[in-house]
């Protein structure tokens, strides 16, 4: 029997949408879904039992981090990242390559993997593909990410198109070596598309991704400070593209209108720091926009952030307490926020589903974006 | 039909432990207790519902941070302190005689009150006896604490002296002013024991203070830095001028020998900052000492920090995670150690009333000892 299959219950018919559900080692996860970010084996601020609580599916994890702190041997005695951070539901970890290119000045790239310097000691380190697989193996998620080269918007076509290829090239390696040493009963591998801006990169990314792809696919790259018109317009070249009957994983996305966009363009699953990034700041997601908890003029708001939602934060706390604690740097402002922004956005993966389920998914993007500009 | 009541329900043969329960407009506390501090309107990372998990029975909130901010106002147009923090269980306020005398330098004392500056912003104020009693007056906690002069372990004779009588004609203030105009059927006043060190000032503030003790009376300025035979010598003195048939709260002491000893001299109320503030530096109380979670001995110890604990973070999180949280400056660290810590001293009450009730504390005293400092 496979470890992993994807059951497409639905496609929409106005849109690109599909309902499905994706069974893993760990459990079921209901798609399109939104993934909160633990990227240190913890969703910030959040225990596993209220992540429970507020009906988290899956979450990601991050290799780079847990590679360097606590140590992925350290994971494995610990008998695997769901056993040491207390999360017996699916987890996906990311490959790193996304954060040892964010390390500028710290990192060389060369045809055999990445060397960078630690963001914590300066330490020297080197990642390749194979490397990568095995770190992911030790950490024993359910789905493991090919080591990608992230090309940054702005590349010129010869550099998007060089790291695409060598993406490519990597992932035969991540492919080959997986195959032979992970646990497929217990992990499978996602690859990743890219191409940075240019249409016939991503295009060929796409076609040549989806032969490694068997139990999903991944595009990665969209998101990093394109206009919105851009990122759309890669949803729409890549539609056509991904293979059927898996899910596709846009990576890094967790806005509700990037989400409701990537949904109507065949994208299963979402994640994103956002949730949580901003709920430390000290903002809140809503039906009606993002609330910045820290204005005075909540100063005697005695309602609550959002009156449409059912979360704890919501059922039980007003605006004036919530600025309150931002304004007293107490840890419990983060909590609360972080409850409701990652409730909202499972909240609107749900919705998205039913209105998939109740063919009004046309319908309920437009109710949506009229709430939601409301207070910006 | 009085909305406070205190049965004394056994007092123990061997010392002077008290078995108690003490009704409250918000509920019933079983004594002896401790009560976690949520100076902010919030015990520092704990959920409401978090606080109700582990056992909480009452918290303390504090007058003087509230009067600062968000101001009690606020709070009393919120509904009072139980409804703005969505706290229905009992509420003690502390009267911020304390907060405002460790201002060193920003505060002048007269015989009206207290002029200090604010830690906040700067700004001037002055906290009269009325005023104090006014302002808890709009936060409307359960049991509301006289302001004091608290004096510093050091105080020659004289200057202990001038504090305990200004404090007794402060409480005088704080009685007629609270008898007045605050709602005795939501609130009551515990007055506070003073004298510093000196054996024959805390026998006269015990004997003044006692008779405006109607449901409750507490020590103040104790457990200071003097050193702990000093402590015990001060309990001992007071032991026999305590009103009988009302809960004595001894303020600031929350240290689990210093709980003990407390309550075999007779005390049945405890508050500290101590568990959860220890927890914000990543360290646990367990029945075998204090554990210094970052140390390097628990990198790859995957066993609970306390096994004999049944609270979330020991049931289900091993020392080397709970390290690596602290090493990465992880939120869930706090969170995690404060559930324990705090757990861990509702736990030692619970434990010193069953020894209570079973005629064994002494037993129970020595064993704990006997445990406790084993990895001192």
Redesign the interface.
Known sequence: MDAFKFELIKEDKHTGARLGKFTTPHGVIETPIFMPVGT???V???????LNEIGTQILLSNTYHLYL??GSD?VR???GLHK???WDKPILTDSGGFQVFSLSGMRKITDEGVTFRSHIDGSKHLFTPEKVMDIQGELGSDIVMAFDECSEFGYDHKKAQNAMYRTLNWLDRCFNHFYQNNDTQKQTLFPIIQGNFYEDLRIESAKKTASYAKNGIAVGGLSVGEDKEIFIKMLDVLQPYYPDFMPRYLMGVGSPDYIIEGVMRGIDMFDCVLPTRIARNGTALTSKGKVVVRNSQY??D?TPLDEQCDC?CCK???K??L???V??G???A???LSIHNVYFLLKLAEDIRNAIKNDCLLEFKKEFYGNYYKIR
Do not use: D, V
């Open positions: 240190a084996a913890t910030k601020s959040l225990l596993p039992q209220t702190r606590p350290i005695q610990a008998g040491f951070m207390h100063k005697a005695f704890y039980n706390f007003t004036a307490y600025r309150h604690l304004n007293s107490e840890i419990l983060a909590q609360l």
